[in-house]
């Protein structure tokens, strides 16, 4: 099976010797699932048991090393944030109400 990237615009797709690591979406956590589908701005995304997010779109804060390893993993908390520029036409608008 094939492994790519969720976010809208990457190609990434897992291939051995990238150094790209793919991640599972937090199905099990619905306030951290649900901050990650805020961070991807994809209207009307549901994430399946075969849904990743690829290691380009968090940061190095987001990893810890794990004692006796050079193995990064995921924090628990982390939330991607790194996604590029998002088609004007394709975002959410946001509606300012002005008060009389």
């Given at each position: ?29 619905s ?12 209207k ?57």
């Amino acid at each position: 099976m094939v492994i790519s990237c969720s976010s809208y615009g990457c190609t990434n797709r897992r291939q051995k010797g990238s150094g790209i690591q793919f991640h599972h979406f937090p199905l099990k956590r619905s306030s951290v699932l649900a901050n990650w589908i805020n961070e991807m701005k994809r209207k009307n995304f549901k994430p399946t048991k075969y849904s990743y997010l690829c290691s380009e779109h968090f940061t190095n804060d987001d990893y810890q090393i794990r004692p006796g390893s050079n193995v990064r993993w995921l924090k628990d908390d982390a939330v991607p944030s790194i996604f590029k520029e998002f088609p004007k036409h394709l975002q959410k608008k946001k509606v300012v109400r002005q008060l009389l």
